[in-house]
């Protein structure tokens, strides 16, 4: 039994990578555990930024407006595992979750030793952050292409 990891986005190409490898390696992932990997949108806050938010907003602590927009971000990426466990469902595939806030490439490394992924499936656009992330790993890298929906 092989271990496969897929990482996605809010994007709609996440998506189609993700049914990319469900329908075109079918054989292995029907024989296989799937991890799929949403990492937490950064927060968009600077210092800058919320001490502006604190000029204008006095009564709003720096603590209480990171705390609200990671939370919003934990909410964002349970949202997008939920939808990508649901296209696994309908393809008959029972996928593992995670989602993880700071480094990606840290977190992606953990899971594929912790979970002794055999192999990470990514796009091409994903490819220029992620592909660092097999170092030290003994983990086969599948790049796919750009993929064209079919509706």
Request: with cysteine; charged share 25%.
């Amino acid at each position: 039994m092989k271990n496969v990891m897929v990482v996605i986005d809010e994007s709609n190409s996440s998506y189609d990578l993700l049914i990319w490898v469900l329908e075109n390696l079918k054989d292995i992932t029907e024989s296989s555990k799937v991890f799929i990997f949403a990492k937490q949108p950064q927060n968009s806050f600077t210092s800058s930024s919320v001490g502006f938010a604190q000029f204008c907003y006095p009564l709003s602590p720096n603590v209480q407006l990171i705390r609200l927009a990671q939370e919003k971000n934990t909410k964002i990426a349970l949202a997008i595992l939920e939808k990508a466990k649901k296209i696994c469902g309908n393809h008959g595939i029972k996928a593992e979750t995670f989602t993880d806030v700071g480094d990606t490439e840290d977190s992606i490394r953990k899971i594929i030793q912790e979970r002794k992924i055999d192999l990470f499936v990514i796009s091409d656009q994903q490819n220029r952050n992620l592909e660092r992330s097999l170092q030290k790993t003994d983990c086969s890298l599948l790049v796919v292409k750009k993929i064209f929906s079919k509706n």
